[in-house]
């Protein structure tokens, strides 16, 4: 039989994904993994393997004997070595869509919360004082300017509702759809002018080589004084030491994270202990609606390399496709 290894999940079970993976025919086999030992030990006779959070490195990939895809929840693909699944033969899968509205309005809500000084606000009425001065200096949300750190779908959602605020939109990404750009009134401009002119920085590039600290002490020299972070990427695009710094030495006026460089962050954080800074435990991804359809479409993907077809969200599209061949083939 087609077997799917699960090798770690957050959720309180499995039932979405067997639903669909055992309505196909195939067998669903939960781990909990952590380590590269765990994982090479519960996967090496895997068919197929989904991936949450353990890190699926090259020496994982080179110890499956039968794996044909991997399917990874969410959009991000930092946890998987996907230049080693290509030279293997695997197909690597993700689920880009399952989120956008979530991530996008998780960013707008961050971007409102800093602007009108909601966090002090609470902070403030929860110690007793009743007094609108707390959160001074706001200003006015319209006519400010967001430079959007990657331009891929999730920032171009987030575009379109900011917009509507009124805000100057800039992005910066060396990928961009130019003609998307235009068509929601977004400025393509490199990461210096991006930083010097936003009012708002929000990163939503990938963590790849090239991105890991893309936002360091000469990004943050060069914002406004009152200018504010946003990020609901992933936690080491920004170098987090720098943004300490700037915070506490008011290089920057605020931020709003829900990604770290080291998850889960406690309360003795640095972070925590900053109080111009809003914090959420990597939830922008999360509603009801967005967790059931990226659960579904991650087997779904598994199900189609198990009948013999391409995933529908296939990242690695240079793989050898002679690999999925035909039903339940095993091509390895």
């Not at 499995?14 to 952590?34: D, I, T």
């Not at 991650?298 to 496709?321: K, S």
């Amino acid at each position: 039989m087609f077997t799917v290894v699960v090798t770690d999940y957050e959720f309180a079970d499995l039932e979405p994904e067997r639903q669909v993976l055992e309505a196909a025919g195939l067998n669903l086999v939960p781990a909990q993994a952590r380590t590269e030992d765990e994982l090479i030990e519960i996967c090496a006779d895997a068919d197929a393997v989904i991936n949450q959070y353990a890190p699926v490195t090259a020496e994982v990939i080179r110890n499956l004997n039968r794996c044909q895809v991997i399917s990874r929840y969410g959009i991000g693909l930092n946890t998987i070595d996907v230049p080693a699944a290509t030279a293997e033969g695997i197909a690597v899968a993700n689920v880009p869509d399952g989120s956008l509205e979530e991530v996008s309005d998780h960013a707008a809500a961050q971007i409102l919360t800093l602007a009108r000084g909601l966090h002090r606000y609470d902070a403030a009425i929860r110690r007793g004082t009743w007094d609108y001065t707390v959160a001074k200096p706001l200003r006015r949300l319209r006519g400010r300017t967001l430079g959007l750190v990657g331009f891929g779908r999730i920032p171009q959602r987030l575009a379109e509702k900011m917009g509507g605020f009124g805000m100057t939109l800039l992005a910066h990404d060396p990928f961009a759809d130019a003609s998307r750009a235009a068509a929601l009134g977004v400025r393509l401009v490199d990461l210096d002018t991006l930083c010097r002119e936003s009012d708002v920085v929000s990163v939503h590039a990938p963590l790849t080589a090239d991105t890991e600290g893309m936002i360091g002490p000469g990004q943050f020299a060069a914002m406004k004084p009152t200018a504010c972070l946003v990020n609901t990427a992933r936690g080491p695009v920004v170098d987090e030491t720098a943004l300490i710094d700037a915070l506490r030495s008011g290089r920057i006026a605020g931020a709003a994270l829900d990604v770290f460089a080291h998850e889960p962050i406690g309360p003795d954080s640095p972070l925590a202990r900053c109080e111009n800074v809003v914090l959420t435990p990597h939830t922008a991804w999360y509603s009801e609606d967005s967790e059931i359809e990226i659960r579904t479409k991650t087997a779904r993907n598994v199900v189609e390399v198990a009948q013999g077809r391409l995933p529908t969200y296939l990242v690695n599209h240079d793989v050898d496709h002679r690999v999925i061949a035909a039903p339940h083939s095993i091509a390895r």
